[in-house]
């Protein structure tokens, strides 16, 4: 008799050697670019071609690099109060087409996921167009109000990603939840502090995670409403890149990575929390 | 004994939506201390007479008072009522002691009362200890306490309960009706429920109210609204029934009688009925009250005590057996093709196996066991 081969449960298809390999390729295929850039940024050679040894010289030359900090700095900032300004907008947009019925809403609903929608080239454009021709914003004025044309096409483009995420959460917000508060005694305000912020929180944070990357990395609008005062991060890079890749760029995008990594895994360990508090909760 | 003392009172209370008549004219008093049922199909109007009542809708016309107070237009977080809700609405992310002091401290009652008053509320839905809890970690079961915890604490004039049992498992149910019925003994606090369960609302509720399409068909106590409908409608709705259609032929102060073309034999009833003679009218029997005996060629009907011989009895013979362990329901076919339900309780182990299949019997009721309708 030969034992019958029994069919693999679903968790059993990862301890097959066909799918370990093909996850082998697809982890490579993913991280192997971004494995190489850290790498390098601590090889020893100027030109960073060949690797040469082991160094932190990079490291210390990126932040001894005044162009380069400036720009991380401006970079972090325009991403914050973008974030911020975003999270509020597009947490009051979404509540208003959750909540009221009004001439117009599909037609702003479908507007809101223009900005997504729409080629960043175009709207890189539009920027430069709308900031040189309609409202030229002044770049002599003093930091960091001379990034706000920055700052607000950033704005113009994240906010719509918040309002949607929200929208999302708000769809499974029960109801009764807000008349068990009224009927409790609180008033509208009371309801929103008490009850729908709580809701929201999860929306809200994957929210301003978005924003906030979106912001922090965006290259093509910002190229377009950027001038020689108000650089960011990522145009400096690929200014830096542009008479050759040394391994300094290598380190400050490492720094970027880490950065960004480290938000991000902070934000979902706090909305993890709270999902699989609702998941438990059932209802 | 002081006279009971209307506390909620519905005074010609007409609800639209669109063109859609949810609640219509419904004119309603309801006493201190009672519980009360509202009772009717889904889509019956029932939940929108309720969520008036708790302030969520406001009627279209007419209005609603509470201890004389015209309440129709207060918005419901100034009302003195609470309610426990379908889906018991529990906060999420509050703890069990959160959520029942919520609207303590809404209103701004200081937290050493309102610790003392979340405790004894815990207390009173036999949830000591829980306090500290998360909703998450608690069954369905414990949740609805959570929230009849949530509207006690504030001492309302009324309880508002929508379908309290209808998410809980059935041996739970059966569980949760004699302790609601309990708590509101214990608390005195009037108690109004709304149920699609006919059962839940008899074995629950001193009063009841029936709707249907809007309209309130009948108020009564649960005994009354199960052996004195006032409409089929009703009738049919509480239990099980069977109609017959027929012709009021006597109709005296002591007796009446109603030809049915259905039965072989007169219905006689020994009691008046006040409606005109000849008139179309409807006889209902319900199950239990009609006896199943043995029917063998050429033997005389059965003769119950009060009944005429001759009358309230039929012919037919047994089609269908239901078994439903403490009772049997037989479905009997008459002479003429109609088919008539009877309940028999099991009263010892053997009792199911004295009729079966395709067996003629005689059917049998007292005279005072038919309901009369006229409508």
């Not at chain 2, 609204?225 to 709705?237: C, M």
Request: hydrophobic share 45%.
């Amino acid at each position: 008799m030969t034992p019958r081969k029994t069919p693999p449960g679903p968790l059993d298809y990862l301890n097959r050697w066909p799918i370990r390999t093909w996850l082998t390729l697809v982890f490579i295929y993913l991280y192997a670019p971004m494995l190489t850039l850290m790498a390098f940024s601590f090889n020893n050679d100027k030109r960073n071609i060949v690797w040469r040894g082991f160094t932190l010289d990079y490291y210390v030359k990126a932040l001894q690099d005044s162009d380069l900090i400036t720009a991380f700095g401006n970079s972090l900032t325009i991403a914050a109060i973008s974030t911020l300004v975003s999270v509020i907008l597009g947490t009051l947009t979404a509540l208003t087409l959750w909540r009221f019925r009004f001439p117009g809403k599909a037609a702003l609903e479908g507007a809101l996921a223009l900005p997504i929608v729409v080629p960043e080239i175009c709207m890189g454009v539009a920027m430069l167009v709308f900031f040189t021709q309609v409202v030229p914003w002044p770049t002599e004025i003093m930091w960091p109000f001379n990034l706000g044309a920055i700052i607000i096409s950033h704005i113009s483009f994240s906010f719509s990603f918040v309002a949607i995420v929200i929208r999302a959460r708000l769809a499974s917000f029960n109801r009764e939840l807000e008349e068990a508060a009224k009927d409790l005694g609180a008033g509208e305000w009371r309801i929103f502090r008490d009850i729908l912020i709580p809701h929201m929180r999860p929306g809200l944070l994957a929210g301003a995670l978005l924003a906030f990357t979106l912001s922090l990395d965006d290259f093509v609008i910002t190229f377009f409403t950027s001038g020689p005062e108000t650089t960011t991060f990522p145009i400096k890079v690929y200014s830096m890149v542009r008479f050759s890749v040394t391994p300094e760029v290598n380190a400050a995008s490492t720094i970027l990575i880490v950065l960004t990594l480290v938000l991000t895994a902070l934000a979902l360990k706090l909305q993890g929390n709270d999902v699989a508090r609702e998941a438990a909760g059932g209802s | 004994m002081t006279p009971p003392k209307t506390i909620i009172r519905f005074e010609n209370v007409t609800k639209r939506f669109g063109k859609v008549v949810a609640v219509d004219d419904v004119s309603l008093s309801i006493e201190e201390g009672e519980f009360f049922a509202l009772l009717g199909p889904s889509g019956c109007g029932k939940t929108t007479l309720l969520r008036m009542l708790a302030g969520f809708e406001t009627p279209t016309e007419g209005r609603i008072l509470i201890d004389d107070q015209d309440i129709s237009l207060t918005p419901p977080n100034r009302r003195p009522v609470n309610m426990v809700f379908q889906s018991y609405a529990v906060f999420p992310h509050m703890s069990v002691a959160d959520n029942v002091g919520y609207g303590l401290k809404v209103d701004g009652v200081p937290a050493a009362e309102r610790d003392r008053r979340v405790e004894e509320a815990l207390a009173l839905v036999k949830l000591e200890g829980f306090g500290p809890r998360k909703p998450d970690q608690m069954s369905g079961g414990q949740r609805q306490r959570v929230a009849l915890a949530r509207a006690l604490v504030k001492r309302p004039r009324v309880l508002l309960l929508d379908e309290p049992l209808s998410a809980l498992d059935a041996k739970l149910r059966e569980a949760m009706r004699s302790e609601l019925t309990q708590l509101q003994e214990k608390v005195g606090i009037t108690f109004l429920m709304v149920t699609h369960d006919q059962d839940e609302a008899l074995a629950m509720a001193s009063r009841c109210a029936v709707m249907n399409r809007g309209l309130l068909q009948q108020v009564a106590t649960p005994g009354d609204l199960y052996e004195f409908p006032n409409s089929r409608f009703v009738a049919d709705f509480i239990g099980q029934v069977n109609l017959f259609e027929g012709r009021l032929t006597v109709d005296e102060p002591d007796h009446a009688m109603v030809e049915c073309p259905e039965l072989a034999a007169p219905i006689f009833l020994d009691h008046g009925v006040t409606g005109a003679r000849e008139a179309m009218v409807w006889v209902a029997l319900r199950p239990e009250k009609i006896e199943l005996h043995k029917r063998a060629d050429g033997a005389p009907p059965p003769v119950l005590e009060d009944a005429r011989p001759g009358n309230n009895v039929a012919a037919g013979i047994i089609r269908h057996i239901v078994y439903l362990g403490g009772a049997s329901i037989y479905e009997v076919e008459l002479e003429g093709g109609r088919r008539v339900k009877t309940q028999r309780s099991n009263l010892t182990r053997r009792d199911q196996e004295d009729f079966t299949w395709d067996e003629p019997v005689w059917l049998a009721w007292h005279a005072c066991s038919p309901a009369v309708l006229l409508s």
